[in-house]
């Protein structure tokens, strides 16, 4: 089968940081689909994990962990799906990535596609969506029972793929008053059109702008993005006994003392703990699904912004190098194999 892999992790702009390769077909396991995969998107995690290191692969490395596609064959454990089913997910980071014409996926983690989305729309989705969905409602706690108080969320980093499926989130589901981070018109225009009530500039202070639009200040924050940098303007514009919500790695890690003024909760997420620790995998199966009826009764939408065409490797370091900018906006995605 054909597939985009690496063995030397090299810059970006290196032609063999990405290689079309020929590999074996793999073989599902009981509990596993196989799918042939129809579109993938590129995600910040694919970036880092493919980063510069004096490391080499003894046999080709595969990355990819969004995909959406057909399923091909299924393990003699699995009941939910059977072969001709369209599905997307997020697969696993401990297991070979989706930038392939078949991968083996555990059935647990997949969920069936929007049927009202094209392959490429789809890919967009799955990673995203189980990280927004997991950090708002898991981690952060947020009701989504509607008519309650009114409080305010800060979506750090808000034209990003999470940032824009957690802003539709928050806005479909919630009560909430949303507001997102963002710098340029046409992020801050994205941020708008994906349901955000307030936009304000995270390169000056934040503190201010978010107090000046709700005094009490925010009781959620989800950030998304250089929380090192923003950490003590989030404290100061937090409401007490807030929730502080991060995806990133700070560095330096900053010191969360501040917050025990306020009585304020620090939540990670990671949505690979399920499936690295065999964590209630079919809760993200659930919620996938639901976005996927979200997504078909027009309550969410696709965040994809690009289609990059076929999967190939000239293609994918093209994504890789878009997405290292910081700059882009929504999800790239990439459609078929040539």
């Not at 063995?7 to 793999?26: G, S, T």
């Not at 510069?52 to 393990?75: F, M, Q, T």
């Not at 003590?232 to 514009?237: D, K, S």
């Not at 990671?270 to 639901?290: G, H, I, K, V």
Request: hydrophobic letters at 45%.
């Amino acid at each position: 089968m054909r597939a985009v892999a690496l063995h030397k992790y090299l810059p970006i702009q290196h032609p063999e940081a990405l290689l079309d390769v020929e590999l074996p077909a793999p073989t599902p396991g009981p509990g596993d689909l196989l799918v042939r995969v129809r579109a993938v998107s590129v995600n910040p995690v694919d970036v880092k994990i493919r980063a510069p290191k004096d490391k080499v692969e003894a046999s080709p490395r595969v990355l990819g962990w969004d995909a959406a596609g057909v399923v091909e064959a299924v393990g003699a454990d699995v009941r939910r799906f059977r072969p001709g089913d369209e599905v997307y997910y997020a697969g696993s980071i401990a297991k070979p990535g989706t930038n392939s014409e078949l991968h083996v996926v555990d059935a647990r983690i997949v969920g069936r596609k929007p049927s009202s989305l094209s392959f490429a729309q789809a890919a967009a989705l799955p990673l995203t969506a189980i990280t927004a969905w997991e950090l708002l409602f898991d981690q952060l706690d947020v009701s989504r029972v509607r008519g309650g108080q009114r409080d305010a969320v800060l979506v750090v980093g808000g034209a990003g793929g999470v940032g824009s499926i957690a802003i539709q989130l928050a806005r479909a589901l919630t009560d909430l008053t949303v507001i997102a981070t963002a710098s340029r018109p046409e992020s801050q225009d994205w941020c708008k059109a994906q349901g955000a009530h307030h936009v304000v500039d995270h390169r000056q202070p934040l503190a201010a702008q978010v107090l000046a639009l709700v005094p009490g200040g925010a009781r959620y924050v989800l950030s998304l993005t250089a929380t090192d940098q923003h950490f003590a303007q989030l404290v100061e514009l937090m409401k007490p006994f807030g929730r502080l919500g991060l995806i990133d790695e700070p560095t330096p890690p900053f010191d969360v003392s501040s917050m025990k003024r306020k009585s304020l909760s620090l939540h990670w997420e990671l949505m690979f703990t399920r499936a690295l620790f065999d964590a209630e995998p079919l809760s993200q199966q659930r919620l996938l699904d639901t976005v996927a009826d979200l997504v078909d009764a027009g309550t969410l939408k696709t965040t994809m912004t690009q289609d990059f065409g076929p999967i190939t490797a000239a293609n994918l370091r093209r994504a890789h190098e878009a997405v290292e900018t910081g700059r882009t906006v929504g999800k790239i995605v990439l459609n078929g194999f040539p």
